[in-house]
């Protein structure tokens, strides 16, 4: 804070003749607009989840509005079963996500990184489901999975499994099935923040292991994965949080469903207070998801040692 | 495209100093079959659900043929008159187009102002901004449609506008930063002492080096707000004033799904985007390699 406190770059003579449009307030008019917009939409929607979430508030049965100090996170603990199986299914679909999307996407980086015919091409066609938005996704993968005219029939056709499978109305098959979805969007994000690093790799390195007779693991092992760290431990953690956010997805191709089997926590939320109107409720839940984004952001960092010790 | 060529200089100059053999190239190791297996195989899965949307939205209805044959533009012309998806196209173009702007304009004079000064509250707004990225959008939809209400914003393309540009700001502003950084700011008081003002140097001299990592940040604050689906839900609910994706949603809800126009309505929603792509993609890797350095 002492530092920040001193005021403005070193004065560089130029500057104090020409330009006069007081260096003082000019940062904070920058800012300014950028500021407003997020204290209006941002910080004051965050105030008031916490405020309600300590209250009881139903637009619909406003007769029971009111202080509610902590029986909503009380209840949300102990009375409330598709909360807890909410909280399990968003670490599932969480980890699960991410850790093959990290596994593909790092694969996919290093062989697209390499120099063969066709590169261009081959980088283009694999990066392009990044491009495609959770609701055109669905749209995809519900033609794909369709129980009459889906991948399914021509499956059967060829004499595996049987005609008119959905499997996304299955209970069964529900989870891979959205999975896969997702995955075929989510790992070109890996591959793309991936391969932009990998450009930075100096090349020496590579040539002083080589002449040290390195084999290729060795030069993976101590040369690309380190030098990856950083990258792989950020674009985990900002996926992490992105698919226990994201709703997109799963709100359209599974709606949650088949009996509340793929609600994420953030759906179990969206859920409450769209149709149950149920404001204060969701508010507490949402709370606690802004609880588990923090510890878990925090204990990630803290373990990965980002950006090495400083 | 760059890195293609960057390696090249480097390395001739080296080769002829050094005995030959010792020196083979990194990539001369990996067997080609290493590198098309699984290319191939990863393709097939990445272009297989796009050959299928193709199908479905170019074949006849009630078909199951493995090719579009015979080709048929009936779920296109269904989608775009029947199912006003003609509407919803303009409804989305304006969202992606306004927020594309907005954020491009805040976001550079925010990241102009972290890059160049050194203020009281930089620290803290630079947590704000890191935090913000944590809040999720999707759980603040109930105070976000209170606040809109509130505005009478309801129903208004402005308030999807201004909730996309709203949550695209932090990731924005710390890129945009980072690429100003870049540029070294002896350009800029070159410029000054030369006779410009500050914004007359930053036009001339520092946004021209930008371009790169403003088309990034800009295409990328677009394709976000074509695609995003929640906040266009919740806020617009009349039907004339519904983006692509809420249409999309309301055909896959429907109660005997139309496959055909659902193919159709879905390569309607992603033909701007590969568009976007097809135009940026060189400037994309640069863009955000240029930006990772700093960040």
Known sequence: ?310 | MITEIAPAPGRAAAEPARPRGRRRRAWDQVPRWQIYLPLSLYLLFTLIPFYWILLFALRPAGSTSLVPWPLTFEHFEKVWIDRSFGVYFRNSVLVGVSTLVLTTLVALAGGYALARFDFRAKRGFMLALLCSQFVPGALLLVPLFQIFASLKMINSLGSVIIAETVFQLPLSMILISGFIRNVPPSLEEAAWVDGCGRLAAFRIVVLPLLRPGLVAVGSFAFVHAWNHFLFALMFLSEQGKQTIPVGLNTLMSADSVDLGALAAGGIVAAVPVVIVFAFIQKWLITGFSAGAVKG
């Open chain 1, 1 to 310: 804070m002492a530092q920040a406190a001193a005021v403005a770059d070193p004065p560089a003579p130029p500057r104090r003749r020409r330009v006069s449009a007081t260096p003082r307030r000019l940062p904070y008019l920058l800012i300014a607009p950028a500021a407003l917009l997020m204290l209006g939409f941002i910080a004051y929607p965050v105030l008031s989840v916490f405020y309600y979430s300590l209250r009881d508030y139903n637009p619909t049965k406003p007769w029971r509005n009111g202080w509610a100090g902590l029986d909503n996170f009380v209840h949300a603990f102990t009375q409330d079963p598709q909360f807890r199986d909410s909280l399990v299914f968003s670490a599932q679909w969480v980890v699960v996500e991410v850790g093959l999307q990290l596994v593909f996407g790092l694969a996919l980086a290093l062989i697209v990184n390499q120099t063969f015919v066709g590169r261009a091409l081959g980088r283009a066609l694999v990066f392009s489901p990044w491009a495609v938005s959770g609701v055109l996704t669905s749209v995809i993968w519900v033609l794909l999975y369709n129980s009459q005219t889906g991948i399914t029939r021509y499956l059967a056709d060829l004499g595996v499994g049987s005609y008119g499978t959905s499997w996304l109305s299955d209970t069964s098959t529900v989870f891979p099935a959205a999975v896969v979805a997702d995955l075929w969007r989510g790992v070109p994000f890996f591959a793309i923040l991936i391969l932009a690093d990998l450009q930075s790799v100096s090349k020496d390195l590579y040539e002083a292991a080589e002449v040290d007779g390195a084999s290729r693991l060795q030069k993976f092992r101590h040369i690309t994965l380190p030098h990856l760290k950083d990258a792989i431990v950020l674009s985990t953690l900002l996926r992490a949080v992105w698919e226990f956010n994201n709703v997109d997805l799963l709100y359209t191709l599974t709606g949650g469903g088949p009996a509340g089997e793929t609600t994420t926590l953030p759906l179990y939320v969206a859920n409450t207070s769209v149709d149950a109107h149920d404001f204060g409720y969701a508010s507490a839940l949402t709370t606690v998801a802004f609880v588990i984004l923090l510890f878990c952001s925090i204990v990630y960092l803290r373990l990965s040692k980002f950006g090495g010790e400083k």
